[in-house]
Each structure stands twice: as structure tokens, then as C-alpha cells.
């Protein structure tokens, strides 16, 4: 008599034989352990390799339908000519596209001189006041047309030129992105380094003065708004984002929403906007001339970097059109 220990068979097992041979079941009782002989039957083991079969030709890819018909009817297949890919999302009607570049030249680079400034306008895309409240901090504002001038073309062309050492990134000069926003949509650009401490002096119109930041980033917040077909107002707030990250209310679209952010300080006095068609673009750098400024700090690097200068350029490159709607 066969003895069994509730430690080799507590759960059971099955052994499956094919062809004639018998298979058997161990199940447990509450005393002891029988053995019981259970017969497959013929038509068990066709089932069983039919089952197998169908598994088999799942995982190598085979379909059982017809073309273009699932299980439930459903297409399976893409019709001859019919593209595979989902379609593309609609943009908002009044959705307006920016390219944003930001190049970085040697300081001093003959490209940013005055033969660059001439072919660029600086007067008529701005108020006096805005335009004298940002060259006293050490901006310098342009305005291009759809065809840039040649120095800004070889800008975008060419790689960097070492200017301050090898630390100088000698491979790729510009850095770009394109962004979408509807009429009212704000984003924000990284103009310049990040300074872990630094004295920014900041002009006003009565007096000046000086202030300190630690870990501050150099930033603008752009917002472009719809005009016309073809026309659109972009906006540039310059601000310095400073201190620690953690978790703040900031103003959102729907009230005050939780972000993880840094302290931000706007500088309103220096905030200036362009009208732009598409194509056209505004071109914002420093004058080069004193590094602790709003702008010197913005356009020009910190250490190894501290002779780079870099450039911002935001064109207009698209707008979604708007169809007249004519009653009959």
C-alpha cells in the first residue's frame, strides 16, 4: 500500500499523459490520500491539441478573419492607400505660432554691430518712454521684416566661434523651439544663465538701485494676442525668478492653481510689446555695455561664459485663418 504525507501532496497535482496511456488525479481526503484513475478521452485530447494549435498561430501573428473584419466585424486591417497614422489634432481657431531662437555670439561680435542695428528698426515699434525706461537697464530692441538682414541670416547659420575658451560649446550656436498659444496665451522663455548669487542694478526714472537674488533665473514672460488675419500683438514682461523651488499658488486660467515654482519679481517698468505680421520678428539683446543691468544679466553669461552674448528672436510664424461667415 502506496503512503502519501500531506507535505509532498497538500495542494495536489495532475500528470496528463497522451496517446493511451493513463493519467492520474491526488486529491486529498480528510484522512488519507486515494489515488483515483482518470481515462482521457480521445475527444479530450483532440480538443486539448486544437487549443493548442489556436494559441500557437495567435502569438505568430496568423488572423482567422477576412480582411478588414474582426471577431465582432470590426476593421482589422488599413484599406490599400489609407493612411496609418491617427489624425492630426485641430489647432484653435485662433491659435498663433511662434518660433523662439536664442543665439549666443562672442561679445564684441562685428555681426551684432552697427551694421546689423542699422537694417533694423528701432524707433517705430515702441513709445519713447517704454524705449527709454529699457536702454537705461541695458536692452536693445529691434524689429525685423519677413527677410531678416544678412547679419542675422549668417546668425542663424553659423556655429559658434570660440570666444572665451575651450568651455565655449563649439558645436551648435542657436537654440530654438516652436510654440502655439491661443489669443491671450501666456509662456515663458529663458533668456540668460543661471546666477547662484548676483547684484542686479535696476534704473528707474527718479533713482536707481541695486538688488540681490540667489539661484535666479533671467526670464520673459511672452504673451501673444490676435489682432487681425495676419497680425498679432506680442508682449514681453521681463522677470527674475529667485530663491528656492516649493510649492506656491500662482493665478491660472480658472482662479489660483498649486505649482512648483521659484519667487517671481517683475520688472512692469520695463515691460514692451510689438505688432507683428507673419514672418516678421522682434529682436531683443543687451547693449553690451554694463553686465550688472536688467539686461546685462538677461543676454550676457556668468564664469567661463561671462564673454557670450545672446540674442532672443521671436518671429510670427503662423496664424490660424479666420473664414467670414456671410448670411444668406
Same mark, same amino acid.
Given at each position: 500500500?502506496?503512503?502519501?504525507?500531506?507535505?509532498?501532496?497538500?495542494?495536489?497535482?495532475?500528470?496528463?499523459?497522451?496517446?493511451?496511456?493513463?493519467?492520474? !488525479?491526488?486529491?486529498?481526503?480528510?484522512?488519507?490520500?486515494?489515488?483515483?484513475?482518470?481515462?482521457?478521452?480521445?475527444? &479530450?485530447?483532440?480538443?486539448?491539441?486544437?487549443?493548442?494549435?489556436?494559441?500557437?498561430?495567435?502569438?505568430?501573428?496568423?488572423?482567422?478573419?477576412?480582411?478588414?473584419?474582426? !471577431?465582432?466585424?470590426?476593421?482589422?486591417?488599413?484599406?490599400?492607400? /489609407?493612411?496609418?497614422? %491617427?489624425?492630426?489634432?485641430?489647432?484653435?481657431?485662433?491659435?498663433?505660432?511662434?518660433?523662439?531662437?536664442?543665439? /549666443?555670439?562672442?561679445?564684441?561680435?562685428?555681426?551684432?554691430?552697427?551694421?546689423?542695428? $542699422? @537694417?533694423?528698426?528701432?524707433?517705430?515699434?515702441? @513709445?519713447?518712454?517704454?524705449?527709454?525706461?529699457?536702454?537705461? $537697464?541695458?536692452?536693445?530692441?529691434?524689429?525685423?521684416?519677413?527677410?531678416?538682414?544678412?547679419?542675422?541670416? #549668417?546668425?542663424? /547659420?553659423?556655429?559658434?566661434?570660440?570666444?572665451?575658451?575651450?568651455?565655449?560649446?563649439?558645436?551648435?550656436?542657436?537654440?530654438?523651439?516652436? +510654440?502655439?498659444?491661443?489669443?491671450?496665451?501666456?509662456?515663458?522663455?529663458?533668456?540668460?544663465? +543661471?546666477?547662484? $548669487?548676483?547684484?542686479?542694478?535696476?534704473?528707474?526714472?527718479?533713482?536707481?538701485?541695486?538688488?540681490?537674488?540667489?539661484?535666479?533665473?533671467?526670464?520673459? #514672460?511672452?504673451?501673444?494676442?490676435?489682432?487681425?488675419?495676419?497680425?498679432?500683438?506680442?508682449?514681453? %514682461?521681463? @522677470?527674475?525668478?529667485?530663491?528656492?523651488?516649493?510649492?506656491?499658488?500662482?493665478?491660472?486660467?480658472?482662479?489660483?492653481? !498649486?505649482?512648483?515654482?521659484?519667487?517671481?519679481?517683475?520688472?512692469?517698468?520695463?515691460?514692451?510689446?510689438?505688432? !507683428? $505680421?507673419?514672418? @516678421?520678428?522682434?529682436?531683443?539683446?543687451?547693449?553690451?555695455?554694463?553686465?550688472?543691468?536688467?539686461?546685462? &544679466?538677461?543676454?550676457?553669461?556668468?564664469?567661463?561664459?561671462?564673454?557670450?552674448?545672446?540674442?532672443?528672436?521671436?518671429?510670427?510664424?503662423?496664424?490660424?485663418?479666420?473664414?467670414?461667415?456671410?448670411?444668406?
Amino acid at each position: 500500500m502506496l503512503t502519501y504525507t500531506p507535505a509532498a501532496f497538500a495542494c495536489g497535482c495532475i500528470r496528463l499523459c497522451g496517446g493511451q496511456q493513463p493519467s492520474y !488525479l491526488l486529491f486529498h481526503s480528510h484522512s488519507n490520500f486515494r489515488i483515483a484513475q482518470i481515462s482521457m478521452s480521445r475527444h &479530450h485530447q483532440t480538443a486539448t491539441l486544437l487549443l493548442l494549435c489556436v494559441l500557437c498561430a495567435a502569438l505568430c501573428g496568423c488572423s482567422f478573419f477576412k480582411d478588414g473584419a474582426g !471577431l465582432f466585424g470590426q476593421r482589422t486591417r488599413v484599406a490599400e492607400g /489609407e493612411s496609418r497614422q %491617427l489624425p492630426p489634432i485641430p489647432t484653435s481657431r485662433d491659435a498663433i505660432q511662434l518660433e523662439v531662437l536664442l543665439i /549666443e555670439r562672442p561679445v564684441g561680435d562685428a555681426l551684432l554691430g552697427d551694421a546689423f542695428w $542699422n @537694417e533694423v528698426d528701432q524707433v517705430g515699434s515702441l @513709445e519713447p518712454e517704454t524705449r527709454l525706461a529699457l536702454s537705461r $537697464n541695458g536692452f536693445r530692441i529691434g524689429h525685423t521684416g519677413s527677410e531678416p538682414p544678412r547679419a542675422l541670416e #549668417r546668425m542663424l /547659420e553659423l556655429k559658434s566661434e570660440s570666444a572665451s575658451g575651450p568651455k565655449v560649446d563649439q558645436q551648435k550656436n542657436l537654440i530654438g523651439r516652436r +510654440i502655439v498659444l491661443s489669443s491671450g496665451g501666456e509662456t515663458e522663455v529663458q533668456a540668460g544663465a +543661471i546666477f547662484s $548669487n548676483c547684484v542686479v542694478d535696476i534704473a528707474g526714472a527718479d533713482k536707481s538701485e541695486s538688488k540681490d537674488f540667489q539661484n535666479a533665473r533671467f526670464v520673459f #514672460r511672452l504673451k501673444a494676442e490676435r489682432d487681425q488675419d495676419g497680425w498679432a500683438r506680442i508682449e514681453f %514682461l521681463p @522677470e527674475i525668478h529667485h530663491g528656492e523651488y516649493r510649492l506656491r499658488r500662482v493665478p491660472g486660467g480658472v482662479g489660483f492653481q !498649486l505649482r512648483t515654482s521659484q519667487d517671481v519679481y517683475p520688472l512692469y517698468s520695463q515691460r514692451f510689446s510689438m505688432m !507683428l $505680421n507673419v514672418g @516678421e520678428m522682434a529682436v531683443v539683446t543687451t547693449d553690451g555695455e554694463n553686465s550688472p543691468s536688467v539686461g546685462g &544679466h538677461f543676454f550676457l553669461g556668468d564664469g567661463a561664459n561671462a564673454r557670450v552674448q545672446r540674442v532672443l528672436v521671436v518671429r510670427l510664424s503662423n496664424m490660424t485663418k479666420t473664414d467670414p461667415v456671410y448670411a444668406e
